[in-house]
């Protein structure tokens, strides 16, 4: 349905005469004529009969220009609302990290970025890589940083750099007069997981004959392991840059052992262009900070 046309019918229904609405809707009365004409070639109805030399609405023309008056109103609203509101509106960044991220850079380009574009909002949600790439699908979230890939061709990963892992154990542990260790050693302690399913974790882990410790529990954060190390239940590896000091928790290098960190997005999606600006800028500052220091 032309928009045109109801305008034009709006104001000929007002004024009750061709010619006196043709030139208020300053177009030509044939203009005008011809417009109505197709509406109510439309409709299937007639909207106005004629009363000497002017016209009037018939019942059907009444109805119909009670609900053409609100929806015009609400057009006109909804228009002034976009056209006042454009410059202002917030736009609402949906940010997926893995555990220990924000601990790092992140938090710092998240923090530079907010001071350069001021309508930005962060809503940042810290999880597992793989439950980061469901909400990714599901398009919960806007992109994510996350420390694996898959093949799905519905996701584009951009590598941004190497994260090192540290082993998080009692003081009173057998291991923590150590400053470093192999990963294969931590394999006879019990250990607590990190962004992983509970179901993996026992699965595929604790039962392994030479995994005689296991993964008794697991934690979708850092902050959770390092908790419940404090608490003596086991060790726990978490990349470097989630290292707290905690009274009773002791730190050892894991040889050989790094992440990489890549930022993942959903293929051919429109974004607001602020969202790929903040995605380029975490890129560059990553990319030129292969692995931070402590």
């Known amino acids: ?8 019918f709006t104001v000929l229904a007002e004024v009750e005469h061709y010619t006196l609405a043709a030139a208020r809707l300053e177009i030509s009365q044939p203009s005008l004529s011809s417009a109505i004409r197709n509406l109510e070639n439309e409709l299937g109805v007639k909207l106005f009969e004629k009363k000497g030399r002017n ?3 018939t019942r059907q023309g009444q109805y119909f220009r009670e609900k053409v008056t609100s929806a015009m109103e609400a057009l006109s609203a909804a228009a002034l609302t976009l056209a006042t509101g454009a410059d202002t509106e917030p736009i609402i960044l949906r940010l997926g990290v893995v555990s220990g991220v924000l601990e790092g850079a992140v938090a710092w380009e998240i923090a530079a970025f ?8 962060f809503h940042v949600t810290e999880g597992s890589a793989a439950d980061l790439m469901e909400l990714l699908r599901q398009e919960k979230l806007d992109m994510a940083i996350v420390d694996m890939t898959v093949r799905d061709r519905s996701l584009h990963f951009r590598k941004l750099r190497q994260r090192r892992l540290v082993a998080a154990v009692p003081e009173d542990h057998p291991l923590a007069d150590r400053s470093r260790v192999k990963e294969a050693e931590l394999a006879a302690y019990p250990r607590i997981g990190l962004s992983q399913g509970m179901d993996r974790s026992f699965t595929e882990r604790a039962d392994r004959p030479h995994e005689s410790g296991g993964f008794l529990c697991h934690a979708n954060t850092a902050r959770g392991t390092l908790s419940l190390v404090q608490a003596g239940v086991g ?11 905690l009274p009773g928790v002791t730190y050892l290098s894991v040889e050989d052992r790094c992440r990489t960190l890549y930022l993942c997005d959903l293929y051919d999606r429109w974004l607001d262009p602020a969202v790929w600006d903040f995605a380029d800028q975490v890129v560059k500052a990553l990319r030129s900070h292969p692995q931070e220091e402590q």
Request: proline fraction near 3%; aromatic fraction near 6%; charge should be positive.
């Open 114 to 121: 907010l001071k350069q574009h001021r309508r930005v909002r």
């Open 235 to 245: 060790i726990t590896v978490i990349p470097e840059e989630a290292v707290q000091s």
């Open 55 to 57: 016209v009037q609405l």
């Open 1 to 8: 349905m032309n928009y045109n046309h109801l305008r034009y």
